[in-house]
């Protein structure tokens, strides 16, 4: 892409509308080849972004999921076990020996994520998607410096894997905890703002095109009031499309109170927040 204002256009022909900030940062990412680390509240689209570059690329989306105790037998690479077994068995059968050099070979490699996208054999770079790396452990952090640093993974009995055709990366974050500075200085950042109730507006619109105009815009005034109420858990972009989902399916067309009463499930998640909202229907008028 040329420019950011191509990244904005081509991220619009696929539905996701980015501001000037978040058009920069990708189109950077792009141009320098770094990895780009998306952090903000839940519900913004972090992981949409990453989806929908891919879309607007026209290339593969690779995408690992982190959890609490993800390893690099799950995210990187590991060995088919299985088949080292039956090949063992059957050299065996043959009274033959293997020797480890003949067992730790790429025929006996799984690629995970992170090698599939070192991998990958183009001709376009896939996008590789690392979302909620804040949910993974620190020493996770350790296992992709090499990636971010280098587009290369190695394994010790091969040596080292370097992307012919370097992934796009983008890493996304909740901030539930402080990522290693050594990661953040392998990458590109940028902080997704909640966007403003005409901005949601507008994405919302594209997200559920069957909905009533005054159904968007009522519910993104109202999600954005409610947003500034001490909630648990505020509603996000995510919730927002949900419940106007749900209420188009309704047949609302223009939000009422007893609507919100009667949908409170898809956009307040706790009970106190439930009882939070309730009262902000009650104190308001829609």
Same mark, same amino acid.
Request: proline content about 6%.
């Given at each position: ?11 619009? *022909? ?12 990708? +189109? ?21 972004? &990453? ?7 026209? #290339? ?10 993800? #390893?690099?037998? =799950? ?25 480890? *050099?003949?067992?730790?070979?790429? =025929? +006996? ?14 001709? %376009? ?33 091969? &040596? ?9 990366? $983008? ?37 559920v095109p069957g909905a009533s105009e005054p159904l968007i815009r009522s519910a993104a005034e109202f999600i954005g009031r409610v947003r500034h109420r001490d909630l648990d858990k505020a509603p996000g972009l995510? =919730?927002?499309?949900?419940? $106007? ?11 009422? *109170? ?7 499930? %898809? ?12 009262? *902000?229907?009650?104190?308001? %008028?829609?």
């Amino acid at each position: 892409m040329k420019d950011p204002e191509e990244v904005r256009a081509r991220l619009d *022909a696929v539905d996701y509308l980015v501001d000037d900030g978040l058009a920069m940062a990708m +189109f950077l990412a792009l141009r320098l080849g770094k990895p780009l680390l998306l952090e903000g509240e839940p519900g913004v689209g972090k992981t949409a972004a &990453g989806k929908a570059l891919a879309s607007a690329l026209d #290339t593969p989306l690779i995408r690992l999921q982190c959890y609490e105790g993800l #390893t690099a037998g =799950e995210a990187l690479y590991e060995w088919n076990y299985q088949r080292q077994l039956l090949a063992i068995r059957l050299a065996e059968a043959r009274q033959e020996k293997l020797s480890d *050099a003949d067992l730790f070979t790429a =025929e +006996f490699l799984q690629e995970r994520p992170v090698l599939r996208a070192v991998r990958h054999p183009g001709p %376009t770079p896939p996008v590789l998607l690392i979302d909620e790396i804040d949910r993974a452990d620190d020493e996770f952090e350790a296992l992709l410096f090499e990636f971010l640093g280098e587009a290369a993974i190695t394994v010790p009995e091969l &040596g080292t894997f370097t992307a012919a055709c370097p992934p796009i990366v $983008v890493l996304t974050s909740n901030r539930s905890r402080d990522l290693h500075d050594a990661l953040r200085r392998r990458c590109l950042y940028h902080w997704i703002e909640f966007p403003t109730p005409a901005r949601a507006a507008e994405i919302v619109r594209r997200a559920v095109p069957g909905a009533s105009e005054p159904l968007i815009r009522s519910a993104a005034e109202f999600i954005g009031r409610v947003r500034h109420r001490d909630l648990d858990k505020a509603p996000g972009l995510a =919730e927002t499309i949900d419940w $106007v989902s749900a209420l188009s399916a309704l047949g609302v067309t223009d939000l009422a *109170a007893a609507d919100v009463l009667s949908t409170l499930g %898809t956009i307040a998640k706790t009970p106190d927040d439930r009882t939070t909202v309730a009262l *902000a229907v009650t104190q308001e %008028t829609l």
